[in-house]
Every structure is written in C-alpha cells, then in structure tokens.
C-alpha cells in the first residue's frame, strides 16, 4: 500500500513538473513574436496536410475541361466553387495546394528521418571512437561532398526512374552528411567531459555511450538542424518535380503545379503564384520555427531575451507613470 502511494504521489509530481516546463515553454513562444508565428504556421500546414481530404472542395485530379483557366474568386468571371481558380484541365488550384502540402511534408519529414538518423550514428561513431572509423567517415563524406548534389539527384532519377520513393532515397543519400559532421564535431568537444569518462571507468560499452550518455546532450543542436534541412528538402523536391523528376502526375505537388503553370504564368498567373507562396510560407514558418528552437537551446541568448523582455516592460511602467503624473499636473 505505501509502494503504491509512493508510486502515485512521484508520477503525479512528474505531471506537475511537465507542466510547469510547458507553461515555461509557452511563456517563452509569446515572448518571441516570430517563432509564435511560426509556430502557428507550421501547425496549420500540419493539420492541413493531415485533413486535407475532409477540407478539400475538390478531388485535386477531378478535371473539368468546361471549366479550365477559370479565375479566382475575386475576378469578375470566378466563383466561390473554385475560390483560388482552376488550372487548364480545369482541376482546382486550391484543392491542390491543399494536398500538396501532404507530398512536400510527408518528403520532407522521411528524408530527415532517414538522412539524420544514419547521419547521426556515422557522426557518433567516427567521433567517439576515432582511429580509422574516423578516417572512413570523413574521406566518405569528403568525396560525397565533392560531387554536386543536385546533379548526383537528378542522375540518379533520371537512371532509376522518378516516383515518391525515389526522390525521398535520393535526397536522403545527398543529406546525410551534415548530420555528420556536427555529430562529430559535438562528440569531439563532449568526449573528455567527466560524465563520458565517468561511464568509461565503470565499464559501459561504447554503444551505450554515445547513445545514452553522448546523444542525450545533442538533442538541441541537432534538432535546431534538423528543422533546418527540413526546410532546404521542401525546396529540393520542389526543384526536383519541376524539371519533371519528383513526383509525377496524377499525384500532385507544389513544384509539379509551379512547372505545370509556367506555360500559362502571363495568361493565368494564379497557376503559379498559389504553389509558389504555398513554398514560401512553408519554408519561412520552418526558419522561424528554427530561430525560436535555437534561442530556446542556448543559454545565452534566453538570458538575453528575457533581459530584452523586462527592458521592455520596465520601460512601458515608466511611460505609464509618466503620463499619469502628467495627467494629475494638469488637473492641478
């Protein structure tokens, strides 16, 4: 009976404990103005990606030739059934923004997955335990970086034919090599610390070191990265089914409807314009989101928010009570 008080009363101090480090958290992301909207953006691209076939108005490959190159709404010859226009098979834009944003989310999240994790054990590994596996890892990864990378893609995609696969292998095979080299490179600088030869001195293996002892402390750097590169793959497969070698008709993508609208951008410019601010919000919300992540990491720079944050607000009281004696002389 008193295990199981005991039990209950230290899960319950754990839930308070989380709490209070969320309530921290969101205290901090209101403070930050960019990174809340950054937040709020890439949440609503996420529930977008996720619902899409409940809030779509239409099948994104329904085509109706009867109505094609149809204007958005606010055009004299628009309606609300396709607010942002449709494309010249008649198919609508805004249904395939809308499910879109799955195909450059769904890249994106599995290229980081695959392309960090391998990036990552490659990195723990060369650091950690040097000598020749160091030697192996970094002439790998020098001669990889030697070659273009888009190039090697495009290659690759042209040999083996393009599909959702293929550009997820391809852009994971040409991006694992920075989650190396910072792996390393914070392996090296952690490797001396007395937490890591305290595990040594009592006989841990050298995989439960890193992966218990040495990855636990890189989270930060590492996910601050990983939201990075979650961005530049968005672009890469946008670049990559506009020449025609991502993903391929009749799935939809926003670099395949920005390459499908080039031919009809001076006669329909909507064509163009919904995917390509569709990219450019997506990457913007994830920089942002990035820029937060690195401020909520470091130390520093929180000490130098929250100093910013009381400037602020001390400042704002002092102008308050200026104003109010001001007020108060002049009623006297």
């Known amino acids: 009976m008193t295990q199981s008080i005991q039990l209950e009363t230290a899960l319950t101090d754990r839930r308070h404990e989380w709490l209070a480090k969320l309530r ?5 992301l209101w403070r930050d103005k960019a990174g809340l909207i950054g937040v709020v953006l890439m949440t609503a691209l996420v529930l977008m990606a996720l619902v899409a076939p409940w809030i779509a108005p239409h099948d994104p490959a329904e085509q109706d030739l009867t109505a094609r190159l149809r204007p958005p709404v606010w055009y004299e010859k ?3 059934d ?8 008649g198919r609508d834009v805004l249904s395939r923004a809308i499910h879109g944003a799955r195909v450059s989310l769904l890249v994106g ?3 980081v997955v695959l392309a960090g994790g391998f990036g990552v054990v490659m990195g723990l590994m ?8 160091d030697a192996f890892v970094m002439r790998w990864i020098d001669t990889q970086v030697a070659f273009p990378g888009l190039l090697l893609a495009l290659i690759i995609l042209a040999v083996i034919g393009p599909s959702l696969t293929t550009v997820v292998v391809v ?7 920075v989650y190396g080299r910072m792996t390393r490179g914070a ?3 952690v490797r001396q610390t007395p937490y890591v030869e305290a595990a040594e001195i009592v006989g841990c293996r050298w995989p439960r070191i890193i992966f218990r002892h040495i990855l636990p402390n890189l989270t930060s750097p590492l996910l601050t990265l990983a939201i990075l590169e979650f961005a530049r793959i968005v672009l890469a497969e946008a670049a990559l089914s506009f020449l025609g070698l991502g993903i391929q ?3 939809t993508s926003w670099g395949l409807d920005v390459a499908v609208g080039k031919n009809y951008m001076f006669m329909a410019w909507w064509l163009v314009t919904i995917p390509g601010t569709a990219i450019a919000i997506t990457v913007l919300a994830i920089n942002l989101v990035a820029s937060w992540m690195r401020l909520i990491s470091d130390p520093q720079e929180r000490e130098k928010q929250f100093a910013r944050h009381m400037t602020r607000r001390l400042r704002s009281k002092v102008g308050q009570r200026r104003k109010l004696s001001a007020g108060q002389e002049a009623i006297k």
């Open 126 to 133: 060369a650091g950690y335990l040097g000598g020749r596996m």
């Open 171 to 177: 852009l994971s095979l040409n991006g694992w090599m």
């Open 187 to 189: 392996v090296l600088a």
């Open 78 to 80: 628009g309606t609300w």
């Open 109 to 111: 999240l599995l290229v």
């Open 249 to 251: 008709p009749p799935a």
């Open 24 to 28: 921290e958290l969101g205290r901090e």
């Open 82 to 89: 396709h607010v942002f226009g449709t494309d010249h098979l």
